[in-house]
């Protein structure tokens, strides 16, 4: 999705909060060509308090005023991120 994306102006952000900082690298090394950054105090998740993020994975997606508008408690596939990408993407910013 990033990948498709890319040219739209959104940004996509990983954050890894769980394994060594050596196996999070070695995940994302080939494999994710978005930013990402290891987390393992989860401060970053307790930004998102409100949504209450509790397990893993989730996918929280921002719109361009920084509003939260979507939240996925779960793993999710590329057509089911696309539409809501597509619409984030066509917002004025």
Do not use: H, W
Request: charged fraction near 20%; avoid cysteine.
């Amino acid at each position: 999705m990033y990948q498709a994306s890319r040219d739209t102006g959104v940004t996509f952000l990983g954050v890894n909060t769980q394994n060594g900082k050596d196996a999070a690298t070695a995940f994302a090394r080939g494999r994710v060509t978005f930013p990402s950054l290891f987390d393992p105090p989860g401060r970053v998740a307790l930004q998102f308090r409100e949504v209450g993020l509790v397990g893993l994975p989730n996918t929280v997606v921002l719109d361009r005023q920084g509003r939260i508008a979507t939240v996925f408690r779960r793993a999710i596939v590329k057509s089911e991120l696309e539409p809501v990408v597509a619409q984030l993407a066509a917002e004025q910013s």
